[in-house]
């Protein structure tokens, strides 16, 4: 369904959802999640796919390493399927609408909803994940976004969260999260992982570019590798010999949709800068104005739903 003041989705569909049920018995115990172990010491590596249901460039990372059989030559390699029911309702007629059935199951890691009576199909798998995530030591989790955007990595602001990013080295934009600016919790804040007081692991998002393009599918395989390699787990890849040196943005605010009128100021995709001042969007009765000079927006709604995230405001730091 197209929003009156948004620009249609025109980006080609390159990249398609498959058959997933072959992998649905794992060896864990929990449903599309499997685990191998080298039988060496070293980390405790979770490559998270499907945290939502269309962002399929996380299907192809994953089915990489399953379909070639990858194997740790020290530690734990965990591979999992997160949001299955979410990506079986993918709609060739409407590609968009199944990032979630209910729930963000990115924004739902609190111990009040999990312990929660609350239920929904993301509640309950989360649920079933909740000791996937809290037994790896890293977690790399694959994303990508509706608009054709430069990729990105997003972590908590966490000095080893940032140390991983830059060692892992591309994509080269980073955006650092303050953990109390992020609406609500993730995958990568979920226990230990957000935990400031940990001296140990780390956790990433990697944003990949466009959900159907074939590069960002591409690029989810690139970085799981690149993520792999250096923890060790894997050869290290020769991309990751010519990584460039990084772009790191600040989480400033998060707004989200007050209102079905919600609108930008003029046409935005991503990355576009404001000045101080400058009116970015309307919110129904309220404005979004940028609170600095050199304002960049992350991550613009293209089909405002109220209670959802409207806009990030960052800064390079």
């Not at 590069?215 to 290290?236: C, E, K, Q, Y």
Request: charged share 20%.
């Amino acid at each position: 369904m197209d929003h009156p003041d948004f620009a249609p989705d025109t980006a080609p569909l390159e990249v398609l959802p498959r058959d997933l049920s072959a992998y649905r018995a794992g060896n864990t115990g929990v449903d599309y999640v499997h685990r191998f172990e080298s039988g060496r010491p070293g980390p405790h590596v979770l490559i998270n796919a499907l945290t939502h249901g269309n962002e399929i460039c996380g299907m192809v990372a994953a089915t990489h390493l399953l379909d070639n059989a990858v194997r740790p030559k020290i530690g734990t390699l965990t591979v999992s399927f997160a949001n299955i029911e979410a990506y079986e309702a993918f709609d060739l007629e409407r590609p968009y609408e199944n990032r979630q059935l209910v729930h963000n199951l990115n924004r739902i890691w609190t111990p009040e909803l999990l312990d929660g009576s609350e239920q929904s199909p993301e509640l309950r798998r989360a649920r079933e994940l909740r000791p996937v995530l809290d037994a790896a030591d890293y977690i790399l989790d694959i994303h990508s976004t509706r608009a054709p955007v430069q990729p990105f990595l997003v972590y908590y602001d966490l000095p080893r969260n940032a140390a991983l990013a830059t060692a892992v080295g591309t994509p080269e934009v980073q955006l650092v999260m303050p953990a109390e600016r992020f609406p609500g919790t993730g995958v990568m804040g979920h226990g230990r992982h957000g935990d400031p007081q940990s001296d140990s692991g780390g956790a990433v998002v990697v944003e990949c570019g466009q959900h159907f393009a074939r590069s960002a599918a591409d690029l989810a395989t690139d970085v799981t590798l690149r993520f792999l390699g250096h923890l060790g787990l894997i050869d290290t890849p020769a991309s990751a010999e010519t990584a460039p040196p990084a772009r790191r943005y600040m989480l400033l605010e998060v707004h989200m949709v007050k209102s079905t009128d919600f609108r930008f100021t003029r046409p935005v995709l991503g990355f576009e800068v404001f000045q101080k001042g400058e009116l970015i969007a309307i919110n129904g009765g309220e404005e979004i104005r940028s609170p600095c000079d050199d304002c960049t927006i992350f991550m613009p709604t293209r089909m405002p739903v109220v209670g959802r995230e409207a806009v990030y405001l960052t800064v390079q730091i």
